[in-house]
T-cell receptor, first 117, second 116 residues
């Protein structure tokens, strides 16, 4: 199946700094990628939909200035958590849909665990 | 609007036994897809099985089968011959197939533990 790679898998940062997380589709092109946030023992909550070459669409309640999303190419989307605070500590996971896929299934990255001290 | 309900926060099953994880859904989309994902403790989401609302037959993938009952709006996952490696969190998800929407809506998940 298609492979989606996220980097870094774990990051620890100080409060007030910014952190960038990359999401890459390794063997397919993805015009649309999705960013999710997951708190411990909870479900995935969609944060935003990232479209190549255009602005991301954010879900209600998600601060677009805090979570900057850039989808510069058909294989790369980045999520930047700006001025991170301890409450931003979470598991962030991206997904992408393979163009022309029969089921439209979404392939997920390995996730990135952010800890803000 | 779409909603996925998983009523079993945790399930236990003995190795080699079969287990059913429940999932019910609600949607106004006439055409939709249902998915099951497995999330081990390492965090990655592993796609298991897909069922289209228009599919006449229940989907099967190896030891996984989806018991799709459209009238009851249920899409239960059946895992046969459970293995220790099946211990993980399982999420049911859906997305509408009309209007070009790609967003997946997830249930709250079921934590499955396979015991010896």
């Amino acid at each position: 199946g298609a492979v989606v790679s996220q980097h870094p898998s774990r990051v620890i940062c100080k409060s007030g700094t910014s952190v960038k997380i990359e999401c890459r589709s390794l063997d397919f092109q993805a015009t649309t990628m999705f960013w999710y946030r997951q708190f411990p023992k909870q479900s995935l909550m969609l944060m935003a939909t990232s479209n190549e070459g255009s602005k991301a669409t954010y879900e209600q309640g998600v601060e677009k200035d805090k979570f900057l999303i850039n989808h510069a190419s058909l294989t790369l989307s980045t999520l930047t958590v700006t001025s991170a605070h301890p409450e931003d500590s979470s598991f962030y996971i991206c997904s992408a849909r393979e163009l022309g896929g029969d089921t439209g299934e979404l392939f997920f990255g390995e996730g990135s665990r952010l800890t803000v001290l | 609007a779409q909603k996925i309900t998983q009523t079993q926060p945790g399930m236990f099953v003995q190795e080699k036994e079969a287990v059913t994880l429940d999932c019910t859904y609600d949607t106004s989309d006439p055409s939709y897809g249902l998915f099951w994902y497995k999330q081990p403790s390492s965090g990655e989401m592993i796609f298991l099985i897909y069922q289209g609302s228009y599919d006449q037959q229940n989907a099967t993938e190896g030891r996984y089968s989806l018991n799709f009952q459209k009238a009851r709006k249920s899409a239960n996952l059946v895992i046969s011959a459970s293995q220790l490696g099946d211990s993980a969190m399982y999420f049911c998800a859906m997305r509408g197939l009309t209007g070009g929407g790609n967003k997946l809506t997830f249930g709250t998940g079921t934590q499955l533990k396979v015991e010896l």
